[in-house]
């Protein structure tokens, strides 16, 4: 056997290797590149290859890598359809409860959208399905009606009960719109019905159980065909709201379980309490709505017998 014909046995000859995997040499290889590309250092692999000149390094030659066998990464889930939902792609850091908090939904909901994923093994890059829509764009108009920001809690039930309107209307006014994903701060148009104009004045009486029995006041309003209603109230014969515990006194209307307050300030040194306002409201508003004046209550009246 001639030398090359030896040395080419022992090139192709594999050597043992526990606890590592074998290399083939290839054009450009060196121990010191091999070492970086490999996370192991030179001195590793030449203690793992007794007898192998790393300057006589030969293509095709095996040697051995004292590293485990790297293993591929875990591919990513591919993309999911998302019918209803957004797809959405995993970032650094991300965690599925991190994702719920963010798009207001829930981890349940969002390993149900995405079976076959591990919560535990996200992977940057991976593309996930979120159940909640992407919003829709609010209405730039809204003829005949008003802006209405969701809430939690909402329905278009409850909406259109607290308007004076109905579901049907409200759908109509907001093409898109699905009844079943409404989300917080998403903004709809509420259409609404034609309001009577009036001017009108309510007598506020003092409220039994209040601190005051001798307390008087007045509500006027006056509103157009639209809703659009100027408020004023005006109390006397009260207390210092401070001796209520309050730095001022306010006027506090609710109907449907939906509400607004009227700030109130005194006309100094007459003991005379006023506070004025404007406001888009709702036929409901008129016929089931209230006013109360805080701290106490210490007057109150139904809008319904402003006349």
Do not use: H
Not at 39 to 47: D, Q, R, S
Not at 144 to 173: E, P, S, W
Not at 234 to 260: K, Q, R
Not at 292 to 297: D, K, S
Request: charged fraction near 10%; hydrophobic fraction near 40%; aromatic fraction near 8%.
């Amino acid at each position: 056997m001639t030398d090359e014909e030896r040395e080419e046995v022992e090139t192709r000859q594999a050597p043992a290797c526990p606890g590592g995997f074998l290399y083939e040499i290839r054009a450009g290889d060196t121990f010191y590149a091999l070492a970086r590309r490999y996370g192991t250092t030179v001195e590793a692999i030449t203690a793992a290859n007794p007898g192998v000149d790393p300057r006589r390094l030969q293509i095709g030659q095996l040697i051995c890598i004292p590293v485990a066998v790297p293993t591929p990464p875990t591919p990513p889930v591919p993309p999911v359809l998302c019918p209803g939902g957004t797809p959405y792609v995993i970032r650094q850091g991300d965690t599925l409860y991190r994702i719920a908090q963010r798009y207001g939904t829930t981890v349940d909901a969002l390993l149900r959208a995405n079976p076959g994923i591990d919560p535990m093994n996200l992977q940057i890059g991976q593309v996930i399905c979120i159940p909640v829509p992407i919003p829709v764009p609010p209405p730039t108009v809204c003829p005949g009606g008003v802006f209405y920001t969701i809430r939690a809690g909402d329905t278009l039930y409850t909406i259109a009960a607290a308007y004076g309107t109905t579901v049907q209307a409200i759908l109509a006014a907001n093409p898109g719109l699905d009844p079943m994903r409404l989300q917080v701060g998403q903004v709809i148009c509420v259409p609404l019905p034609a309001v009577a104009p009036r001017t009108c004045t309510l007598a506020l009486a003092p409220s039994v159980t209040g601190p005051v029995t001798t307390a008087g006041g007045a509500l006027w309003m006056r509103t157009d065909a639209s809703g659009r209603t100027e408020l004023l109230v005006i109390i006397t014969n009260v207390p210092s709201p401070t001796s209520l515990g309050a730095a001022t006194y306010t006027a506090l209307f609710t109907w449907g379980g939906y509400s607004f307050q009227v700030p109130m300030t005194e006309a100094l040194g007459t003991g005379i309490w006023a506070g004025t306002a404007v406001q888009q409201l709702p036929a409901a508003f008129f016929s089931t709505g209230s006013v109360n004046v805080w701290p106490g209550p210490v007057l109150g009246g139904l809008v319904a017998n402003c006349k």
